[in-house]
């Protein structure tokens, strides 16, 4: 089988599975494993699949066939079942072609030679970025719409990019955001630029009074596709001063907009806005969260300083935000996000400058890598750790799960908790904390614990968004169970490591000890172990939406009820 048959079958198990999932598709049990689909267009999918813990079918691609007989393709399969997602063929047209760009980055990481047990272990923080196949949920998980080849090749992360960044200066007047004291325009020329280029910026700079001009990054594809476009008055105005491609090279990590710096790891991250459409939605930057969010998270910090279950937990900070404000666009009340959130950007304390010296880190996604002995990277650190999988496990809920409840349950703080915004602290490959970023939509609070946010958020919480605490802990099961966790316990089950039902028992067992320590925080509404949540629909969204623009960016869909494997393990 060819690697472009491979990435098709595993794209359209993938699909199978999840529109399962979310109740778009129905399938016939056939017995021994065998299942059947029959679709409106009269073509039928014959496969092999195990249930999974939630429920759901595991499809093993290789098992695959369509009939009547043909190649099994990944668009082909999206047409046949066009009557049963129910998109328009307008939708279906742009669908297929963000499909085709994240079959093309599926074949570049599948290009990636597979790795030893020791070198799976001894990736660095990015190289481990850069490996990552996306979002596990989403089906089009790298669309990059806006993007061609030679933009993927430059910016994109399984091609390895670095690349230096382009620097504008701005009148201040025009800006908004929030900047630490300690954070001046000093310290942004500091953190990305070193030696003779930074001699040659400083002097340059005496010319622009610093009270008077924002100096800022600018993504260079941004600056090509968008900024030199539409911000063309402020440039012939004065306005926006073009300083050129210049300073420290960049790498993008997973979520493309957020980059390390590759020639000084230690220095801050840098956010950018990227407008092309990406997963969900367009990666711009939203400005209404910029004057919230570094006090946010300062805040946060001293709150998990004081609270012993949130002792292990770090909060990023956040250096400066900074977002320009268009005169044309943000006159418009209803107009299409993308145009609001084009230019700003972000400085992001590093996790590389957060961490001891015998600490290591990876954001959580990257426990489902696989070495090329069918090892999953979480089995490789267990054995480094010299633990079982279930104890390396019993750890990872006490440094990761129970201090995301506890947020929830006490304080009505939830955290968009997917693999990419939950880093984990680990000590010769045993678990010991939690490093939490990314705060600019992917933080929102509960609208019953106003007293709670008044004392420990004073200064950020009337900024960010709030939901009601049974919605609030979708950030938590959907975020990490669902997109994360059910991916991982499969992955675990099939290398042998441990059984998903087990899986499930320990992480119960964590969370019943919890609230052994708490009963004081028992709440229906809000409970981990509950019998079953409300399933959350996240491809379902784009069927029914489609690609046109609006003011605001997608919300889920909800299905009926989940059954909670977690229920089972705590009873």
């Known amino acids: 089988m060819t690697p472009w048959e491979k990435v098709n079958r595993a794209l359209v198990a993938k699909a199978i599975g999840e529109l399962l999932f979310e109740e778009v598709l129905s399938a016939q049990d056939c017995g021994e494993g065998r ?33 009547p007989g043909s190649e099994v393709r990944a668009a082909q399969f999206f047409r046949d079942s066009l009557t049963e997602t129910q998109m328009s063929e307008v939708t279906l047209g742009t669908f297929l072609e963000e499909l085709q760009s994240t079959l093309h980055a599926d074949l570049q990481l599948a290009s990636h030679p597979a790795l030893s047990r020791t070198a799976l272990l001894t990736l660095s923080p990015l190289e481990r970025e850069q490996r990552l196949p996306g979002h596990p949920k989403l089906l089009l998980n790298k669309g990059r719409l806006g993007w061609g080849l030679s933009d993927l090749r430059s910016y994109a992360p399984e091609y390895g990019a670095r690349f230096q960044l382009r620097w504008v200066l701005v009148q201040r007047s025009e800006t908004k955001g929030l900047a630490r004291e300690d954070f001046d325009r000093k310290a942004v020329v500091a953190t990305s630029f070193h030696g003779a280029e930074r001699s040659a910026l400083e002097a340059q700079l005496k010319a622009y009074p610093d009270d008077l001009w ?18 063309h008055e402020f440039i012939v105005k004065g306005v926006l001063v073009d300083l050129g491609l210049r300073g420290d090279l960049y790498a993008p990590q997973t979520s493309l907009r957020t980059l390390s710096n590759l020639t000084r790891p ?32 300062e805040e946060l910090q001293a709150l998990c300083l004081q609270d012993p279950e949130l002792s292990s937990v770090r909060a990023l900070r956040e250096h400066k935000t900074l977002g320009v404000r268009h005169p044309d666009f943000h006159a418009l009340k209803q107009v299409a ?71 929830q349950l006490n304080y009505g703080v939830g955290v968009v908790a997917h693999g ?35 004392r420990y958020f004073p200064g950020s919480h009337d900024r960010l968004p709030q939901l009601p605490p049974e919605h609030l802990i979708h950030d938590l099961i959907t975020g990490h169970f669902i997109t994360m966790l059910r991916f991982l316990s499969r992955r675990l089950a099939l290398s042998g490591a441990i059984e998903e039902k087990i899986f499930y028992h320990t992480i119960a067992q964590g969370l019943a000890d919890y609230h052994a320590r708490h009963p004081e925080l028992a709440s ?42 977690l229920r089972e393990g705590a009873l």
């Open 35 to 67: 299942f059947r689909l029959e679709l409106a267009s009269g073509v039928h999918y014959h496969f092999h699949a195990e249930f999974g813990a939630w429920g759901h079918l595991w499809v093993a691609p290789e098992s695959l066939l369509r009939s």
């Open 337 to 407: 996000y993308r145009y609001q959130e084009s230019l700003g950007a972000i400085w992001r304390q590093s996790t590389a400058s957060l961490v001891q010296t015998d600490e290591e880190i990876l954001v959580t996604a990257a426990l489902l890598e696989t070495a090329k002995n069918g090892q999953t990277l979480l089995s490789a650190l267990a054995e480094q750790a010299q633990l079982t999988t279930q104890e390396w496990l019993e750890e990872y809920t006490r440094a990761i799960i129970v201090p995301l409840y506890h947020l």
């Open 266 to 297: 230690h220095e801050a991250d840098i956010k950018l806005p990227l407008s092309i459409l990406n997963t969900s939605c367009v990666r711009g930057l939203p400005q209404r969260y910029l004057e919230a969010t570094p006090i946010f998270a």
């Open 214 to 231: 924002e100096l800022m990054p600018v993504h260079p594809w941004q600056w090509d596709r968008i900024v030199s476009l539409q911000f």
């Open 420 to 454: 990419q915004n939950i880093v984990l602290r680990m000590h010769q490959g045993v678990p010991v904390g939690l490093v939490l970023k990314d705060y600019h939509g992917d933080v929102r609070l509960s609208n019953e614990h106003q007293a709670m946010h008044q």
């Open 524 to 565: 229906d509404r809000v409970n981990l172990l509950a019998p079953s949540f409300q399933r959350v629909l996240v491809n379902k969204v784009r069927f029914h939406i489609g690609y046109g623009d609006g003011a605001a960016r997608p919300l889920p869909l909800l299905g009926s009820d989940l059954p909670n494997p």
